[in-house]
């Protein structure tokens, strides 16, 4: 049995790894062993990633490098043969040419796209050639293409309009809609990004997905129906503005801009940062970052989202409490007034 890192992982890593990754697909912890297995089996090959970088920040290589389920160093010297990515390989310029071109010489290769492609002849290049080009050939060979952060999805921020560059994303690019694995976000969460790599090297197949590409395992449900503030939405309390005492009382942040009842993702339940927190927890409000063309779409990110059934209409939890207050009122003049006239007509009775 191995321990060192770098000379491979332990049956024990496995079964850890194949714990977390069984939770997050949803099937039951007894599956996990077998997962163990397809997962150690598959690591033994050390399959190849190539991972392309354009048009972005590269937000979503610093999210994956703080991956911890596994560690990243577990999945790039254990599980899988990065071949190629230009942000934590040592080669440059020429030498990283040639490098891209052996790693995809086999054609046996998980192809991950960070950054949305620039169409406009000259807007994108990397040495000396159209990262279009690139991409048709690189992801056009692939086992398996997974766009990651919404760039590669769609184009994301710097698809922002006007587009000068017309910058699409994958999927569109590359007229390979339907076969691209799209994980959007801003950046991508590195835990949808391994447990999506993960499924594809142990069930042999992508994750079912859903109308717009997205893993259904991770973009099944809505933030608002996970959100911890939701019995203060559902209450009529709302945070109105920031620093507010409704703020500092955790109230639900929908009329300040949140996003969340038209944003589809498990941020609630996945959270960031080696599952310290999320967002809304922290505070801030959800933007929709997963959700499609979210940077024009979703702005201007402190507006309220329009066509959203509020319980108690426009009310705020005051006014409700106005409103159940005078109806309660109402309710006792009219008991009392009724108790009066009951007693009026006994005394007529015993006349
Ligand atoms: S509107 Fe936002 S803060 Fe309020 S319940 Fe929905 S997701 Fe949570
Ligand atoms: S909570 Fe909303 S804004 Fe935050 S990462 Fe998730 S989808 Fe994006």
Redesign the pocket.
């Known amino acids: 049995m191995l321990t060192k890192r770098g000379e491979g992982l332990t049956r024990r890593d496995f079964m850890k790894i194949a714990g977390g990754a069984v939770a997050m697909f949803g099937l039951p912890q007894a599956f996990a062993p077998k997962l163990a297995r397809a997962l150690e089996k598959a690591a033994a090959g050390r399959p190849k990633v190539v991972w392309l970088h354009f048009a972005s920040d590269t937000g979503c290589t610093e999210s994956f490098i703080k991956t911890d389920t596994p560690s990243t160093a577990d999945l790039v010297l254990d599980i899988l043969s990065v071949d190629y990515h230009e942000s934590i390989m040592a080669a440059a310029g020429k030498q990283a040419d040639e490098v891209l071109a052996k790693a995809v010489a086999g054609k046996d290769y998980i192809c991950v796209v960070e950054g949305g492609i620039p169409t406009v002849p000259g807007h994108g290049m990397i040495g000396g050639r159209e990262m279009l080009d690139i991409a048709k050939e690189v992801c056009g060979n692939a086992k398996a293409v997974v766009a990651i952060g919404s760039c590669a999805v769609d184009g994301g921020v710097p698809a922002a309009a006007p587009n000068p560059s017309r910058i699409l994303g994958v999927g569109e690019a590359l007229r390979m809609q339907g076969k691209v694995i799209n994980l959007p976000?801003?950046p991508v969460n590195p835990e949808w990004l391994v447990g999506t790599v993960v499924y594809v090297l142990t069930m042999g197949k992508a994750p079912p997905l859903d109308d717009k590409g997205r893993p259904t395992m991770f973009y099944g449900r809505k933030?608002h129906d996970n959100c911890p503030r939701r019995t203060h939405f559902d209450g009529g309390r709302f945070v109105e503005p920031f620093g507010s005492k409704e703020e500092a009382m955790g109230y639900c942040l929908y009329k300040v801009g949140c996003k969340g009842p038209e944003?589809w993702?498990e941020?609630p339940k996945t959270r960031w940062n080696s599952k310290e927190s999320?967002?809304?927890e922290i505070g801030g409000l959800?933007?929709?970052?997963?959700e499609n063309k979210w940077s024009d779409n979703f702005a201007p990110f402190y507006g309220k989202l329009a066509n959203v059934a509020l319980p108690y209409g426009d009310l705020t939890a005051d006014k409700i409490g106005v409103g159940i207050a005078i109806a309660t009122g109402a309710a006792i003049a009219g008991h009392a007034v009724g108790k009066a006239v009951r007693g009026e007509k006994k005394k007529e009775g015993n006349a």
Request: charged content about 0%; aromatic content about 8%.
């Open positions: 976000c801003c933030i944003a993702s941020c999320w967002c809304i959800c933007i929709g970052c997963a």
